[in-house]
Structure formats: structure tokens, C-alpha cells
């Protein structure tokens, strides 16, 4: 996804923000996931997240709005380690109209 591409289809402009691409040859800006494969249950038939819609059911029942992670919880080896987001909008101008 470029920021030529998500910028007019949400009615934002964004900074002119250099990136290396995910791959070689790649345009698009730099991401996180913060998801999980097969954890969704919408059952889209083309998803590329879910390999299987049993899987993704089954992992769905684990998940706990109250949990920090998306699915289960954290164990007594796992860390939380805080990821640096910063905004790639050109100015204060994202209003949600609700």
C-alpha cells in the first residue's frame, strides 16, 4: 500500500516519508502486523491470514478482550517489548466523524 494509495482513499495527505519498502523493489511504506494467522473468524474466502477456517475458529475461542495479546495470554517467558510508532500524516488533520 502506497501513501499515495491509503492517503486518497481515507481523504489524507501524508509527509513525504522515505522508506526502504518491505521487499526489494517493493513502494510500499512500512507496516506492522498486528495481527495473528489463523485467528479470524469473518471466514473471507480469499484471506490471505487464514489457512484454515477450523484453525481460525479454534484459535478465536481463545482470544480474551482483557488479555494483552491477541490470542491467549502471556506466559511467565514472554515480553512485552513497546514498538515506536510515529505519524506519517502531513499535519493535525484526521477527524473521525462519528
Known sequence: M???ILGRA???QFRDVKHAGMRHGCHCIESRDIGA???CPNGCKYCYANQSPKLA???FKRHDPAAPLLIGELGPD??????VQKS???????TLGF
Open 2 to 4: 502506497t501513501t499515495e
Open 10 to 12: 481515507n481523504g489524507v
Open 37 to 39: 494467522y489463523d485467528t
Open 57 to 59: 475458529a479454534e484459535n
Open 78 to 83: 514472554d515480553t512485552i517489548v513497546p514498538a
Open 88 to 94: 506519517f500524516l502531513e499535519a493535525d488533520q484526521l
